[in-house]
């Protein structure tokens, strides 16, 4: 079945480190993938998404680069600032619709600590 | 400005006391979720709805419904609430658009604690 696996946290970086939080995923077809940030107290919001073997996503600094190869959706920062303070939730979601196909599945979430 | 509503936001009740948590979305998504999230496990799906009376089972309904008599509004409905229902609740939307590649938009939540 479709499944999405990323590094397990808590990750504590200092202010301006390079971050990189491991998602690897299983699914059939091509999905799209995404990464939804989670702030303190708040829902989930959408950080980026790729659609597509080889797309890029990116936003606010972060990237991420959709490997089909590897089943792979890396989420990468070169600098990250104490608001990046967060959880990050790498996801799935695999069309066409029917059935349960077009269901977003979540990885466990990966909590980010950054320290002044 | 687009939204998804969730209510109540914080909730404390007692073991067998029915509840009803409201989820509202103001962009005319076809598509509806209810998740779950609790430490270390992450977010799992409990129902989905894809239109208008259309709801179908996701990975924990056990001790939940739901019902999508509008398109607007996807309430979900615990009807004997246990302790293990503690937990905290998103309902999210989205388009349906061919190839899945929707993102969905997520309310801020609903904490619910039963005791």
């Known amino acids: 079945g479709n499944s999405v696996t990323q590094m397990e946290g808590p990750v504590t970086l200092s202010e301006e480190a390079f971050l990189t939080i491991n998602c690897t995923y299983t699914?059939?077809?091509?999905?799209?993938l995404f990464w939804y940030v989670q702030y303190p107290g708040e829902g989930l919001q959408l950080l980026l998404k790729a659609t597509k073997a080889d797309d890029k996503g990116s936003n606010k600094g972060f990237e991420a680069t959709y490997r089909k190869e590897t089943t792979s959706f890396h989420l990468e920062k070169g600098s990250v600032q104490v608001s990046d303070s967060a959880v990050y939730f790498c996801a799935l979601r695999r069309g066409p619709y029917g059935g349960s196909q077009g269901n977003l599945i979540f990885g466990k979430g990966t909590k980010l600590s950054v320290k002044p | 400005e687009a939204q998804v509503t969730q209510n109540p936001r914080y909730l404390i009740t007692v073991t067998g006391k029915k509840l009803t948590v409201t989820c509202s979305q103001n962009?005319?998504?076809?598509?509806m979720s209810w998740y779950r999230q609790d430490p270390g496990l992450g977010l799992r799906q409990i129902y989905y709805s894809m239109n208008v009376e259309v709801t179908d089972k996701g990975d924990v309904p056990e001790g939940y419904k739901v019902s999508r008599k509008e398109k607007r509004n996807f309430p979900l409905i615990l009807e004997s609430p246990s302790p293990n229902q503690t937990s905290l609740y998103f309902c999210a939307s989205s388009p349906l658009l061919a190839g899945g590649h929707g993102e969905l938009f997520f309310g801020e939540g609903s904490r619910l604690t039963v005791l």
């Open positions: 962009m005319n998504h076809e598509y």
């Open positions: 699914a059939t077809g091509y999905p799209s």
